[in-house]
């Protein structure tokens, strides 16, 4: 099990860009893959973007271009810069953590993102 803390989260203008981070837990968090989830209001999770323990990233389409997953090992942190928000994007954001080949199965408590037009 890995605990997963998100960070970063708040309002901004449409245009306007955020970091989130997700600080983790534990020695083991390179042998994870490793998410960033999000729900609006009334809407059904989306999975925004992944990345494996090697490195190899997905996107949503509709983030593709404007949002970059990374990962920094050494501080056991997980990233998400957003850029180019839109009003679209406002939901609450989750890390979430697996070892493959598991479902996601640690989660984070999420963070407000809000992006007013």
């Known amino acids: 099990q890995v605990q997963l803390v998100e960070s970063g989260g708040g309002t901004v203008q449409a245009g306007g860009s955020l970091r989130l981070s997700c600080a983790a837990s534990?020695?083991?968090?390179?042998?994870?893959?490793m998410a960033w989830f999000r729900q609006a209001p009334g809407k059904e999770r989306e999975r925004v973007a992944t990345?494996?323990?090697?490195?190899?990233?997905y996107y949503a389409d509709s983030v593709k271009g404007r949002f970059t997953i990374a990962r920094d090992n050494a501080r056991n942190t997980l990233y998400l810069q957003m850029n180019s928000l839109k009003p679209e994007d406002t939901a609450v954001y989750y890390c979430?953590?697996?070892?493959?080949?598991?479902?996601?199965?640690?989660w984070g408590q999420g963070t407000q993102v809000t992006v007013s037009s």
């Open positions: 979430a953590a697996r070892l493959a080949p598991t479902t996601y199965d640690n």
């Open positions: 534990g020695r083991t968090f390179s042998r994870y893959a």
């Open positions: 990345i494996s323990s090697g490195g190899n990233t």
